[in-house]
């Protein structure tokens, strides 16, 4: 019955004229771009309104790398006393905290300068006490990897992560999968290079934005995915471990065959 149904579809298919089979893909990818265009004028939408950060102090501060705004902002959190140590995630193999200070004084007006009464924050202070580089990561999900390991070294159980605003959902995404047991407040950053607002108005905004969004969409899936293999291998030595409750002598023996090699030979 069931291998008649398959022909009977078969045939079905086959006498379906070419171009009636060709304008259903096209209505079906119509409608996949529509849903896709949708899903990245709502993420948009998110980022432009996403809530201002909280003033709560954490155990540590880590900055994404991609700007001068995002390192900013994380010596300013760290010189209010918001956490006791920063971490400068993704950082290239190249740069020292000297190149990193001097990169980062055109966005800090309030950093120390050489006079001597000057009351602003003292940078070179700040990444000496307290500041680490991390050289690892290459992507988002290296970011929090390289910070899991950062982190869990020192016993840490609270995070502001701080990036750009359109980076955010993703970052918190990664990171949710790869510090679970972690809290991560997050502190996003408006980006000047990058502005949000009127977006749809400047082709290259919007193919950025869109892009950003795709990766998003990627991270969920992979997180997702992630967990459904975890749950899988968790129930399988559950599912293939002895009885339960069973008195030994009631189990099964299975006799060892008399040309099985003992477990100290080694395989010839």
């Given at each position: 019955m069931?291998?008649?149904?398959?022909?009977?579809?078969?045939d079905d298919e086959e006498s379906t004229p070419f171009f009636t089979r060709i304008?259903?893909?096209l209505i079906l990818l119509a409608a996949l771009g529509l849903l896709w265009l949708g899903g990245g004028i709502a993420?948009?939408?998110?980022?432009?309104?996403?809530?201002?950060?909280?003033?709560?102090?954490?155990?540590?501060?880590?900055?994404?790398?991609?700007?001068?705004?995002?390192?900013?902002?994380?010596l300013r959190l760290?010189?209010?006393n918001?956490?006791?140590?920063?971490?400068v995630s993704g950082v290239a193999q190249t740069a020292t905290k000297a190149t990193l200070m001097q990169a980062v004084l055109p966005s800090m007006p309030d950093a120390a300068q050489v006079s001597s009464n000057w009351q602003g924050i003292d940078l070179q202070l700040l990444f000496e006490c307290c500041v680490d580089l991390g050289f690892e990561a290459d992507d988002t999900a290296g970011n929090a990897a390289e910070t899991a390991s950062w982190a869990a070294a020192r016993g840490y159980k609270t995070i502001r992560l701080v990036t750009a605003n359109y980076h955010m959902p993703r970052a918190q995404v990664e990171f949710g999968r790869y510090l679970p047991g972690l809290t991560i407040l997050?502190?996003?950053?408006?980006?000047?290079?990058?502005?949000?607002?009127?977006w749809w108005q400047r082709r290259a905004a919007t193919v950025f934005l869109l892009g950003e969004y795709s990766k998003y969409v990627a991270a969920l899936l992979r997180a997702h995915l992630g967990t459904q293999l975890s749950a899988t291998l968790e129930q399988k030595?559950?599912?293939t471990s002895a009885p339960q409750n069973v008195p030994v002598e009631k189990l099964p023996v299975q006799e060892t065959p008399a040309e099985e090699k003992s477990p100290e030979e080694k395989p010839q």
């Amino acid at each position: 019955m069931a291998r008649k149904d398959r022909d009977r579809k078969r045939d079905d298919e086959e006498s379906t004229p070419f171009f009636t089979r060709i304008s259903r893909w096209l209505i079906l990818l119509a409608a996949l771009g529509l849903l896709w265009l949708g899903g990245g004028i709502a993420y948009v939408e998110r980022v432009e309104s996403l809530p201002a950060p909280a003033e709560t102090k954490t155990d540590a501060i880590v900055v994404l790398t991609g700007g001068a705004a995002r390192m900013a902002t994380g010596l300013r959190l760290l010189h209010d006393n918001k956490a006791d140590r920063l971490l400068v995630s993704g950082v290239a193999q190249t740069a020292t905290k000297a190149t990193l200070m001097q990169a980062v004084l055109p966005s800090m007006p309030d950093a120390a300068q050489v006079s001597s009464n000057w009351q602003g924050i003292d940078l070179q202070l700040l990444f000496e006490c307290c500041v680490d580089l991390g050289f690892e990561a290459d992507d988002t999900a290296g970011n929090a990897a390289e910070t899991a390991s950062w982190a869990a070294a020192r016993g840490y159980k609270t995070i502001r992560l701080v990036t750009a605003n359109y980076h955010m959902p993703r970052a918190q995404v990664e990171f949710g999968r790869y510090l679970p047991g972690l809290t991560i407040l997050p502190h996003p950053v408006r980006s000047d290079a990058m502005r949000v607002e009127d977006w749809w108005q400047r082709r290259a905004a919007t193919v950025f934005l869109l892009g950003e969004y795709s990766k998003y969409v990627a991270a969920l899936l992979r997180a997702h995915l992630g967990t459904q293999l975890s749950a899988t291998l968790e129930q399988k030595p559950a599912a293939t471990s002895a009885p339960q409750n069973v008195p030994v002598e009631k189990l099964p023996v299975q006799e060892t065959p008399a040309e099985e090699k003992s477990p100290e030979e080694k395989p010839q």
